[in-house]
């Protein structure tokens, strides 16, 4: 166990649709990364952000986007979604003096 | 920019046999170098990692991983495969100078190693 809590672990919703994906880092941790993995693109960068702040932003589509709350938590939001936003969705954290990231179980979404 | 290119993507060995995955980096700055295993349905488990100290890097479950600069590339072994080593392999690179982005990481396609008894 990573630490890491993602909810949900499945979702299944149709095109268009809005849902949401939640990440709950490890206990201390002030960065959150969020990671597609699909099998089209491999494992991609999202967005990172840092004790509430956006730091970091990779290959996120504008219909998609992320935000850090008070108490560290973080939500991926995806919208108008696609037959091709169907993925895993990892969220990772890790803190300041750690070197490497720690990922959560994931969330799988499929867009029927 | 960085890149990770992980030669094969897919290494088939047989119980108690050595294990390879090849990993080739590329990158601007000085690296930090992890390995990561995905089991099925499951999230990314570290294996190992180089952070500019000691170029060979022991991880768990028996892996390491030697750093060398002049191929760039760092490679994952295990002297011997044991069934419960199949799953998926990724590379994965980020910048030293990482800070607050130690996390921000490009992986590689990922390596899927199969085991035959």
């Known amino acids: 166990d990573s630490g890491v809590t993602q909810t949900p672990k499945h979702l299944i919703t149709a095109t268009g649709q809005r849902v949401t994906l939640r990440c709950s880092p490890r206990?201390?941790?002030?960065?959150v990364y969020w990671y597609q993995q699909s099998l089209d693109q491999g494992l991609q960068f999202l967005i990172q952000?840092?004790?509430?702040?956006?730091?970091a932003k990779g290959n996120i589509l504008e219909r998609f986007s992320a935000q850090q709350f008070p108490d560290l938590h973080s939500e991926l939001n995806l919208s108008s979604l696609e037959l091709g936003d169907s993925a895993l969705y990892f969220c990772?954290?890790?803190?300041?003096?750690?070197?490497?990231?720690?990922f959560g179980q994931g969330t799988r979404l499929t867009v029927v | 920019a960085q890149s990770v290119t992980q030669l094969g993507s897919h290494v088939s060995v047989s119980e108690g046999a050595l294990v390879l995955l090849r990993c080739n980096y590329s990158?601007?700055?000085?690296?930090?170098l992890f390995w990561y295993v995905q089991y099925p349905n499951q999230g990314l488990q570290l294996l190992l990692k180089?952070?500019?100290?000691?170029?060979l890097v022991k991880g768990i479950n028996g892996f390491e991983a030697e750093f060398k600069k002049s191929e760039t590339s760092f490679h994952l072994t295990k002297p011997s495969a044991h069934m419960s080593d199949a799953a998926e392999y990724f590379c994965?690179?980020?910048?030293?100078?990482?800070?607050?982005?130690?996390?921000?990481?490009?992986f590689g396609q990922g390596t899927i190693l199969t085991v035959h008894p």
């Open positions: 206990s201390g941790d002030l960065s």
């Open positions: 994965a690179v980020s910048d030293s100078a990482g800070g607050t982005s130690y996390g921000k990481l490009t």
């Open positions: 180089y952070t500019s100290a000691a170029t």
């Open positions: 990158s601007s700055v000085p690296p930090y």
């Open positions: 952000y840092y004790n509430g702040e956006e730091r």
């Open positions: 990772a954290s890790s803190a300041m003096t750690n070197t490497e990231a720690f």
